[in-house]
């Protein structure tokens, strides 16, 4: 919410299907969400479907209803992105952007009654069918659950034939049984901050009573809700808590909201009196020289991982060097060393421990302990 960055259209899909409001907040929210769409479109040259997906949903969402006139652009421009998000990686067999996104651009189409082209649909069921939601992270859940929203609402349209209903009806129902599957003995479904999309299917598909999943889930989610520290991860877990799915937005009624919604300021951690030492490395795996960097870096004790870039000291002649790009999920590292990650190659600078698992949190969030390694490594997804 901080006035400097962009404001981000799932935060704000997160405060409107909260149960606590602040009108005058919000609306300052959705002005300001306004003003960046409205001058954005035309202006990219890549799809931005799971931003502009996220801000019809918004639209829906909010009281009074949005003239008409207004939805016309952004959905005109959510189907040109559907289609170029496609059209622009076909062969490879997923969209520009990602199944999140794209499943997310299908999904407000859907919640605002717009037809979807039967191919556009087709292409979400066979990735769904070949399971191929998951990406290097392995963790597929997230998407795994957005597309299944993404099928519950399609289902029910009334322009969609019996044959693909019973289709897209057969794609919820295994994609519901992976979702149970993939709980951990902890409760959590795939991690802490995919858990509730996950639990957004069961509540989308009323099956909350009849799935002991859902309930495991939600105790599981409000013992970890410390961990909820971006404003997007918490958008999300703030409408499972609430009980609401994107799918929900579309039988939305506006009536009196209560004004009760009050402010916190949450202060950063403050630096331990110690002093931890962590091995940060880098790593190229598909450069000459694999290795790039690898030295101990000291810092006080609950230094976060970007604390800890800052604080890398040079090694040889060569300063440590990283850029990041502000997102609603915090801090994205975008560049290391002076090397770039090619979002258009599918490359990111991936964060992973020193045993070689995928970290569950950002640069922002990471706290490493002392005497652990930390491995910057240019992956592809
Ligand atoms: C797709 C995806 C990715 C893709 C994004 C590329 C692309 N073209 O889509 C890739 C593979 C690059 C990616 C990377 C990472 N991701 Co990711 N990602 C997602 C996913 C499934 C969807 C994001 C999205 O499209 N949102 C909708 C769009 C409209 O919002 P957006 O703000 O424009 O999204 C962009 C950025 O936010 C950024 N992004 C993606 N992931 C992350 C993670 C962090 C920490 C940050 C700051 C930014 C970021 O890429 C998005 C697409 O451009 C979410 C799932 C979720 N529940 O949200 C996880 C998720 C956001 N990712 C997560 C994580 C942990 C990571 C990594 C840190 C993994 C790692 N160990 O390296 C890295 C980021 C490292 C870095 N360089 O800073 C966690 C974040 C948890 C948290 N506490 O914040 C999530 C919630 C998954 C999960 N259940 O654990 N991710």
Not at 234 to 245: K, T, V, Y
Request: aromatic share 8%.
């Amino acid at each position: 919410m901080e006035p400097g960055q962009d404001a981000d259209p799932g935060v704000y899909v997160g405060l409107r299907l909260g149960s606590e409001h602040d009108p005058r907040v919000e609306q300052r929210y959705l002005q300001r969400l306004q003003d960046v769409f409205q001058a954005r479109y035309g202006r990219s040259s890549v799809p931005e479907t799971g931003r502009l997906a996220l801000y019809l949903l918004g639209l829906r969402a909010t009281c009074p209803p949005p003239d008409p006139a207004l939805l016309r652009f952004p959905v005109t421009w959510l189907k040109y992105f559907l289609e170029k998000d496609w059209a622009g990686s076909r062969q490879h067999g997923h969209p520009l952007t990602s199944f999140y996104q794209y499943s997310l651009g299908v999904l407000a189409l859907c919640v605002h009654h717009k037809r979807v082209r039967e191919e556009v649909i087709q292409r979400l069921l066979v990735a769904e069918r070949h399971q191929r939601f998951g990406h290097a992270d392995g963790n597929a859940v997230d998407t795994e659950a957005v597309a299944a929203l993404a099928f519950a609402c399609l289902e029910k349209e009334q322009h969609i034939r019996a044959g693909l209903a019973a289709e897209l009806k057969a794609a919820v129902h295994r994609a519901r049984e992976r979702l149970v599957e993939a709980q951990r003995a902890d409760g959590l479904i795939g991690n802490t901050f995919s858990t509730p999309l996950a639990m957004q299917v069961f509540i989308a598909t009323n099956t909350c009573r009849m799935q002991p999943a859902y309930g495991r889930a939600m105790a599981a989610l409000l013992q970890h809700l410390d961990a909820f520290t971006s404003a997007a991860t918490m958008a999300q877990a703030l409408l499972a808590l609430n009980g609401r799915s994107y799918l929900g937005i579309s039988s939305m009624q506006c009536q009196e909201e209560p004004d009760t919604l009050m402010p916190v300021f949450l202060e950063p951690p403050a630096p331990g009196p110690r002093n931890v030492t962590v091995r940060l490395v880098v790593e190229c795996p598909q450069c000459p020289q694999q290795l790039l960097y690898d030295s101990p870096v000291p810092a006080p004790a609950g230094a976060s991982l970007l604390d800890l870039l800052r604080a890398a000291p040079p090694q040889g002649s060569q300063n440590f060097t990283f850029e990041t790009q502000d997102t609603a999920y915090g801090p994205f590292l975008t560049s290391v060393l002076g090397m770039a990650a090619w979002p258009k190659e599918r490359h990111y600078w991936q964060l992973l421990s020193g045993l070689g698992t995928s970290l569950h949190t950002g640069i922002a969030d990471y706290r490493p302990e002392d005497g652990n390694t930390v491995i910057l490594r240019l992956s592809k997804w």
